[in-house]
């Protein structure tokens, strides 16, 4: 099992940054991904940001250039950096964890409220 705690959403004016942290712990494999999902309301969840243990990343090509997407390996955290955010930006982010090979399962935090206002 892996445990994800969230934090870091509330509300920002549009143009303002925020920043989500998500740590994991409990059974972690070397080889991972984490990141961030999003879930607008009256839409289906899509990703954000996804960052393995290797380094690689994959970022929504509507947050390219606005949404950093950074972790600590050693501490099992990911971070989302997010700026100029836009009021479609608001939505409930959820953080996610892959643990790689046999056996591996994904795991998903409660998810933290973005608010962006106009």
């Known amino acids: 099992q892996v445990q994800l705690v969230e934090s870091g959403g509330g509300l920002v004016q549009a143009g303002g940054s925020l920043r989500l942290s998500c740590a994991a712990s409990?059974?972690?494999?070397?080889?991972?991904?984490m990141g961030w999902y999003r879930q607008a309301p009256g839409k289906q969840r899509e990703l954000v940001a996804i960052?393995?243990?290797?380094?690689?990343?994959n970022i929504a090509e509507a947050m390219e250039g606005r949404f950093t997407i950074s972790r600590v390996n050693a501490q099992n955290t990911v971070y989302l950096q997010m700026n100029s955010l836009k009021p479609e930006d608001t939505g409930v982010y959820y953080c996610?964890?892959?643990?790689?090979?046999?056996?591996?399962?994904?795991?998903w935090g409660e998810g933290t409220l973005v608010t962006v206002s106009s």
């Open positions: 996610t964890f892959w643990n790689l090979g046999p056996g591996g399962m994904v795991y």
């Open positions: 960052m393995s243990s290797s380094g690689s990343t």
């Open positions: 409990g059974t972690i494999f070397s080889t991972n991904s």
